[in-house]
């Protein structure tokens, strides 16, 4: 079936009145100059500022404008999948509102994706602004996790890529609540490939993903494709155990066989707090699992949309009735 809007642009939202008429002109430039009908899909993700009436506003004068309103604050991961949900185009563009991706790469994104490749992502070689901690926990984090999981999530990489049709649609399949979209869009599989380019530093407001909102994301990654902690988890008890009953052998041993007593409590104990380290460590690491697998199986809806504007009732009914 041909579809009459050619691209999709997601943008997720969150307090960036400061940014967001920059990221309009920026987007609408480059997408007029694709030549082809397109639409601007803005989540808002319960901003607490102005920047859902500015939306509002573009959304009463141009018609490439459409906004969806959620209920409150669901993340910034859930935003993208609300895109996906009512995103109409033969290829689908996921990008902040930040500008640090800077939407200009999207014309060479249609260019790989006119070559075939189902997925164009955007590949990191530089990040200008950010701290050396962050850098390096970034870094870090991008090689465990290719380490833990099985499928290939490219290191580098954030959301900013294009999808094709075919690839949202499955997106569209996938609905467990932690999501982890970059690496639900390896997973789908297809041909993909990458685009390197060098991110801008951030110009307006604060980032939106603190240490807190790391930290889960990175949880998130790591325990939805992934369940070797718990093989690690496992092999650790059995390595602990095994050099609890060793030291068990060499105490009973120096007390039947050897003048050697072992003197003071100091030693025990340091080796006692390691040991319960361990294994609180690896009851958080159950409980992450657990705590996933309560929240897949209460069944609520991914997100609630407050309100939409642009899109037609129809298709926003069918995205409705769809999360629930």
């Not at 050619?6 to 002109?25: A, C, D, G, H, L």
């Not at 935003?79 to 790469?105: H, K």
């Not at 390896?186 to 307006?204: C, H, L, N, P």
Request: net charge neutral; aromatic share 12%; hydrophobic share 40%.
């Amino acid at each position: 079936m041909s579809r009459e809007i050619q691209y999709s642009v997601i943008v997720p939202m969150y307090n960036e009145e400061e940014v967001i008429e920059e990221t309009y002109r920026r987007l609408k430039k480059v997408m007029n100059e694709l030549n082809q009908p397109y639409e601007l899909l803005f989540i808002d993700d319960g901003s607490q500022d102005h920047t859902l009436e500015k939306m509002q506003e573009y959304s009463k004068w141009d018609q490439t404008v459409k906004v969806i309103e959620f209920a409150r604050n669901f993340g910034h991961q859930v935003a993208i999948t609300a895109g996906m949900d009512f995103a109409e185009g033969e290829a689908v563009v996921v990008i902040d509102a930040d500008l640090q991706d800077p939407p200009e790469l999207i014309k060479d994104m249609v260019l790989k994706w006119k070559e075939g490749y189902e997925v164009v992502y955007a590949k990191r070689i530089k990040r200008k602004g950010e701290t050396v901690f962050k850098r390096v926990t970034a870094t870090l984090y991008y090689r465990i996790l290719k380490a833990l999981t099985d499928i290939d999530i490219p290191i580098n990489t954030g959301d900013f890529r294009l999808i094709d049709h075919k690839v949202c649609d499955q997106m569209k399949q996938l609905q467990e609540k932690n999501r982890f979209v970059r690496g639900l869009v390896s997973w789908v599989g297809f041909k993909q490939t990458a685009i390197e380019y060098v991110r801008d530093e951030r110009i307006y407001g604060e980032s939106k993903y603190p240490l807190k909102k790391m930290l889960k994301l990175s949880l998130d990654g790591i325990t939805s494709f992934s369940y070797k902690p718990l093989k690690i988890a496992s092999y650790l008890g059995i390595l602990l155990s095994i050099v609890g009953f060793l030291y068990m052998l060499v105490v009973i041993y120096q007390r039947l066989f050897t003048d050697t007593t072992i003197t003071g409590w100091s030693s025990v104990i340091v080796i006692q707090l390691f040991f319960f380290g361990i294994v609180l460590s690896i009851l958080g690491i159950l409980g992450e699992y657990i705590g996933r697998i309560y929240d897949e199986s209460k069944g609520r809806p991914t997100y609630i949309v407050k309100e939409s504007y642009g899109i037609n009732e129809r298709k926003s009914n069918e995205s409705f009735i769809k999360q629930k």
